[in-house]
């Protein structure tokens, strides 16, 4: 991990414990629940256009949190635990799982907006910054049940997304990057 990097991590672990007395630790719904799954275009930070379950969950475990690039309250936290995901996961984001950070602000998380934030949290190829058009983006929060609105009063989401199953579970609030790193290994099972 590199300097600039563990001085936002801890900076965030802060920022996250101050939260955490206004927020609850978040809360993984008992049972999974099953998505709809109809296709939406969305683009990565590169500008590729991909269908979202065909091209980016497909047969994967998939960890995704709603961000906008210009948030200063909560993302900045979310995207820490994201990034701590990242190395708990380390040994395990293969092609079966993937984290995806998916831009809100359908105007203001532009490609080179969503590259640069992914450049400073030290994203690697299995952490994708993806965005959609209003309408894609709209209909994909739908199906998530992840609420549409003013992107400023989103509140704090990790949905763990099984590829395999059709099936969603859901961690409102800042769970610990431990908790949902338990999450993904319990759904991969013995041997990943």
Known sequence: MTSRRRLLVASCAVLIGQARTVRSEGAVEPRARRLRREEVWVEDASGRRQRFWADIVADRLVVLNPIFTQCSSLCPITNAVMAELQDLLADDLTRRVRLVSLGIDPFGDTGPAL??????????????????????????????????????????????????????????????????????????????
Not at 122 to 149: Q, V
Not at 157 to 184: K, M, S, W, Y
Request: net charge negative.
């Open 115 to 192: 590259r640069a934030m992914a450049r400073e949290l030290g994203a690697g190829p299995a952490w994708l910054w993806i965005r959609a058009e209003p309408n894609e983006l709209d209909r994909l929060l739908r199906m998530l049940s992840a609420g549409t609105g003013p992107v400023e009063d989103h509140p704090p989401l990790f949905l763990l997304l099984d590829g395999r199953t059709g099936e969603a579970l859901r961690a409102d609030g800042i769970p610990p990057a431990e908790r949902l790193a338990e999450l993904v290994r319990n759904r991969l099972g013995p041997g990943g």
